[in-house]
């Protein structure tokens, strides 16, 4: 039942990358079974290279098993989430999909065009990369504030300069200690040797 919602905005996605068509077209006749429970996605590779619902009685060539939150971390794009899927079977089908997961791009600009015109799409598009720009910007700002609180308001990370100042007190100290012990040691040789 998830194929019919699922496989055709992927097709449609493929199709606007003609190279992965390519990158799938190999595979031809395979399949493959996405789950993600409760959700499940099943789908073979057709000659075109498009996606085509799986056979229901033939088992799947590669199976790839996630839970819903690592999906959508891999989704957006944290490469370390990816480490943690399981996948079993045929492991070129199973890196020719990851490689089209990482390198499929949507052209939301053009398919907004399609539905609100030429203008209200490029102005829309231009506001969504407005947002993007602004959630980088804030993101490093409010990093930069937590490590500024952090190391001077409630001291929890010692900052650069107070590292280098304690380097330079430890170093001073342990030069005082050495003459010190210089000191005492010319005043021990004096006082036995009687002068």
């Keep these: ?34 789950r993600a429970p409760p959700f499940e996605l099943g789908f073979s590779i057709a000659d075109s290279g498009e996606l085509a619902a799986a056979p229901a009685a033939t088992p799947p060539d590669v199976t790839i098993v996630t839970t819903p939150g690592l999906m959508l971390r891999v989704v957006s794009g944290d490469e370390r989430a990816s480490g943690d899927v399981q996948v079993a079977g045929d492991v070129q089908l199973a890196g020719a999909l990851d490689y089209v997961r990482r390198n499929l791009r949507w052209d939301y600009e053009e398919s907004l065009s399609r539905v609100f015109g030429d203008i ?30 952090a190391m001077h308001e409630n001291p929890q990370v010692a900052s650069a300069q107070a590292l280098e100042q304690y380097n330079a007190d430890v170093d001073r100290t342990r030069d005082d200690v050495e003459r010190l012990e210089k000191r005492i040691e010319l005043l021990s040789a004096r006082l036995a040797t009687g002068r």
């Design 1 to 34: 039942m998830f194929e019919a919602f699922g496989l055709s905005p992927l097709n449609r996605l493929l199709r606007a990358n003609p190279w992965a068509l390519e990158r799938l077209r190999p595979h031809a006749g395979k399949s493959a079974v996405l």
């Design 120 to 149: 209200a799409a490029h102005r829309m598009a231009a506001g969504v990369r407005g947002l993007e720009r602004w959630a980088r910007v804030a993101t490093a700002n409010l990093a930069r504030t937590v490590a500024e609180y």
